[in-house]
């Protein structure tokens, strides 16, 4: 099977046009992967056009402050990952003198940047042999060559990079990277692969064994737990009262309202018994704004309640965290999705 070279044909007729891949520069290359990691290229295209505009080289990043970093992120979820950006793009400063390395032993050593993003980087910048391993790769080649060792697994991972290391050719491998990933979002997709029009339909295994379906196998992680907030928005004069969360929990440094976490979901005349709301609410009424609101996190399930407080309510006692904001400022603050959403569809009364 002429596994690379029929590869690299279909993409050179069906690739994806997108914008990061009409450079070599390593800084823009890296900001595309790192925004592309678990968000759709539909989601992230906005995210990577604001990055560039407004922080076009390393230097600007690594010279922006982590507020602005995180306002620029918001609404992309897994905030870690802006956080380790900025991170390595100090590093690169200190260590590489501002220029952004293209050599994947040297992109290894960078803050949040792991075997993928490495591999990506090398050899779209610089045409480095090395094999790239995301959701699409293990799924083409699991099905191509009926690999059913879950892809999650110590022995997985071993296998399919021996693989993958085998197939990548020497005189294009940033194009082959490009072809393998873009096959599996396009083609070979997770539900609904296009196996009538398949280059490989001959030669696919998956395929004439009928387990198109039951590939690529991954091992179950842990169950989620769930945890239910309860938000208070609070105003006084034009201004509402936030909370700037700590950096040992979901949404480090990140702004919402006051809250108050429950074992399990807590009726609204329970709230006014609750602990917590004696000590900072107490007398305060409260009326509810939407219903219940479910974000999923990694292992986390977060149930949302949000209540507002009668203006002219004194807050009995205020957190160390918590700080008034006038109302325009408050699109200025870096917050989680929870929040930004609530704000943007609400506002302030």
Request: net charge neutral.
């Amino acid at each position: 099977m002429r596994f690379a070279e029929n590869l690299v044909a279909w993409y050179r007729e069906n690739g994806r046009d997108l914008p990061w891949r009409k450079t070599e520069d390593p800084y823009v290359i890296w900001l595309s992967e790192v925004i592309l990691q678990q968000t759709r290229v539909e989601q992230g295209m906005p995210y990577f056009h604001r990055f560039v505009q407004s922080l076009p080289d390393v230097k600007s990043f690594a010279e922006a402050a982590e507020e602005d970093i995180l306002r620029l992120w918001q609404g992309l979820g897994y905030y870690s990952r802006a956080r380790n950006m900025h991170k390595a793009a100090r590093q690169v400063m200190d260590r590489f003198d501002g220029v952004f390395p293209t050599r994947y032993d040297d992109l290894i050593t960078l803050q949040g940047v792991g075997e993928y993003t490495a591999a990506a980087i090398s050899s779209f910048a610089s045409n480095e042999r090395r094999a790239v391993l995301d959701g699409n790769v293990f799924r083409v080649l699991s099905r191509v060559f009926g690999i059913d060792v879950p892809i999650n697994s110590t022995e997985g991972k071993n296998l399919f990079k021996k693989l993958a290391d085998e197939l990548i050719p020497h005189d294009y491998p940033g194009e082959y990277n490009h072809a393998i990933m873009d096959f599996g979002a396009i083609q070979c997709k997770p539900k609904q692969p296009l196996c009538p029009t398949c280059i490989f339909q001959l030669e696919c295994r998956a395929l004439a064994e009928n387990r198109v379906h039951e590939l690529p196998v991954k091992l179950k992680g842990k169950a989620s737990r769930n945890r239910y907030f309860h938000y208070f928005i609070v105003e006084r004069n034009g201004e509402v009262l936030m909370s700037k969360r700590g950096d040992k929990d979901v949404w480090a440094n990140l702004y919402e309202f006051p809250m108050i976490e429950t074992a399990e979901d807590c009726p609204m005349d329970d709230l006014y018994e609750h602990t917590a709301f004696k000590k900072h609410f107490e007398r305060a009424t409260l009326y509810p704004v939407g219903g219940m609101v479910k974000h999923v996190l990694s292992h986390q399930n977060i149930y949302a309640r949000f209540y507002r407080i009668a203006e002219g309510i004194e807050v009995k006692e205020k957190k160390s965290q918590w700080r008034y904001f006038l109302s325009e400022k408050i699109d200025t603050l870096a917050k989680h999705k929870l929040i930004f959403t609530f704000w943007d569809k609400y506002g302030i009364s």
